[in-house]
C-alpha cells in the first residue's frame, strides 16, 4: 500500500485475536459504544465502535424486495438510527451498507466535534465488500474516474465518492477511521435496527382492512404472515432509543 494512503483496516491484535463482545463496552455518559482500554498514543486518545448493517424483505404488494439499514451505537442509545432505502434507487444490501457507513460517518463526526477524545472511529461491519472498497479499491476508483478496469462505470459511484470524501475530510482534520470485519452475529443489532425500519414499512403501506380480512392477502404468505401478528394485536414499534431524522447531510441519490 502506497505509505500515503492511511491504513482503514482495524487489526490491532489486543482486539482483532478475540469477539467484539469481550472488547466492547458502553460509554453511558456519551450514550456510544467503545473499545475498552483503548489508549495506544497518550490518555486523552478514545476509540467509538458503531456497528453497521442492512437487510432486505420481500415488499408487501410485489416481489421485489425493500432494503433497509441500521446504524447501532449501544443498548438504549438515543444516537441508534434505522432508515429504508428510497425506493428510486437499487434495492441492494450492498447500497445498504454503504449508505449505512456514510450516515454512521457523518454522525461520528458530529460526536467528534463534541467529545474531542473519540479521534478513532471504528464502524463493525459483516461486508467484505465495504471493507476491501474503502481501503483498496476506493483509490483505484477515484484515480480512474469510479470507472473499473474495463472502463464500465463502478456500481454506487455517488455513494462510494461521497464516503471517501467524508473519511478523508476527518482524517485530514486528525481523526482515524478504521473498519472491523466481524461476523454477522455481531452486527445484529444493526441488523435488528433495519428489521425495525421494513416492520414500519410493512404496516404503514397495508391497509387495515386487508390485514384483517385477509380477502387480498389470500396466497400470499407475506401478508398472509401480517394478518396474522395483526390479529394476535403485535404492533412492531422503533426499538427504544432509535430515531430516523437528524441527519440532513445525507442526500438519498441514486448511486
Not at 33 to 40: T, V
Request: with cysteine; proline share 5%; charged share 25%.
Amino acid at each position: 500500500m502506497d505509505s500515503k494512503r492511511p491504513s482503514r483496516i482495524f487489526d490491532d491484535w489486543r482486539y482483532c485475536d478475540y469477539p467484539p463482545t469481550d472488547s466492547v463496552v458502553y460509554d453511558e455518559e456519551e450514550n456510544l459504544n467503545c473499545l475498552a482500554d483503548y489508549r495506544p498514543y497518550d490518555s486523552n486518545t478514545e476509540a467509538m465502535v458503531i456497528a453497521i448493517g442492512g437487510n432486505s424483505r420481500q415488499g408487501v404488494y410485489s416481489h421485489d424486495p425493500e432494503v433497509a439499514y441500521g446504524i447501532f451505537f449501544g443498548p438504549e442509545s438515543p444516537r441508534n438510527y434505522e432508515c429504508m432505502l428510497d425506493k428510486c434507487v437499487p434495492q441492494t444490501k450492498r447500497l445498504a451498507e454503504l449508505r449505512a457507513a456514510t450516515v454512521a460517518v457523518d454522525m461520528a463526526r458530529e460526536i467528534w466535534s463534541k467529545v474531542p477524545k473519540y479521534n478513532v472511529i471504528i464502524l463493525l461491519t459483516d461486508s467484505s465488500y465495504l471493507v476491501d472498497a474503502m481501503n483498496n479499491a476506493i483509490w483505484k476508483w477515484t484515480a480512474q474516474g469510479f470507472r473499473d478496469s474495463n472502463r464500465r462505470p463502478v456500481a454506487h459511484a455517488k455513494v462510494l465518492q461521497r464516503l471517501h470524501n467524508s473519511i478523508q475530510a476527518l482524517e485530514s482534520a486528525g481523526a482515524t477511521i478504521k473498519f472491523w470485519q466481524a461476523g454477522t452475529s455481531y452486527i445484529n443489532a444493526a441488523q435488528t435496527l433495519a428489521n425495525a425500519a421494513l416492520d414500519e414499512r410493512m404496516l404503514s403501506e397495508t391497509p387495515r382492512e386487508m390485514a384483517i380480512e385477509g380477502s387480498w392477502a389470500r396466497l400470499d404468505p407475506v401478508l398472509e404472515q401480517f394478518k396474522n401478528a395483526w390479529c394476535r394485536g403485535f404492533l412492531p414499534k422503533r426499538l427504544p432509543g432509535t430515531r430516523r431524522e437528524g441527519v440532513a447531510s445525507v442526500v438519498e441519490t441514486a448511486g
